[in-house]
């Protein structure tokens, strides 16, 4: 992308968020690091590419932030990163397609979600069962969480490690988790804005 001044890698093909790298890149420029950890602070507003296939439906669950694995940070959803996060999102649906070439993709209709009641009740509920399994050390737990909205996966590479602390009180070196958003919400957003 010479015009927009933004160097891509020759494995661009396999880096995944690059397409959300460069709509961000379109649309604000160069990221600063902010407090409140929004794409675009001064709006509140929260970018995210979604991946659809050609039937309308999404192809993986998309990522959120990082989930704090030891309790130094604030344990109430309502002052958390993930809530603020979550105030408002601008989703950017990327239609993709084995025939369609990387950098040909298209994108889709844009909208605005901001959570319901409902969602922030089932958002509360799943962050709240993540922290007690926190509290507890159950840490093989969180990594099979599932819950209403949220899912949690690893985040980064094989060769990178965090602390947090187990069910017996001692300190272990485990991978870093994530917070996603899991298909079948992300599917039931894009049925309700399309």
């Not at 109430?76 to 040909?104: H, Q």
């Amino acid at each position: 992308m010479r015009w927009l001044n933004y160097k891509i890698s020759n494995n661009s093909k396999n880096d995944k968020g690059l397409i959300g790298k460069l709509i961000e890149f379109y649309l604000i420029g160069k990221k600063h690091n902010h407090k409140s950890n929004q794409d675009i602070p001064y709006l509140g507003i929260e970018i995210k590419t979604i991946t659809i296939n050609l039937n309308n439906k999404i192809i993986n669950d998309i990522f959120i932030c990082s989930l704090p694995l030891v309790n130094k940070n604030v344990l109430c959803f309502y002052k958390s990163k993930l809530y603020n996060k979550l105030s408002k999102i601008l989703w950017i649906p990327i239609i993709r397609d084995i025939n369609i070439p990387f950098f040909k993709r298209k994108i889709g209709k844009p909208f605005f979600w901001v959570p319901t009641i409902n969602d922030k009740i089932k958002l509360n509920y799943d962050w709240n069962n993540l922290i007690k399994l926190l509290i507890l050390g159950k840490i093989k737990n969180i990594n099979s969480y599932n819950g209403y909205i949220l899912s949690i996966k690893n985040k980064g590479n094989k060769k990178s490690f965090t602390k947090t602390i187990n069910h017996l009180g001692k300190i272990i070196s485990i991978f870093p988790k994530a917070l996603y958003f899991k298909k079948k919400f992300l599917n039931s957003l894009l049925r309700n804005n399309h």
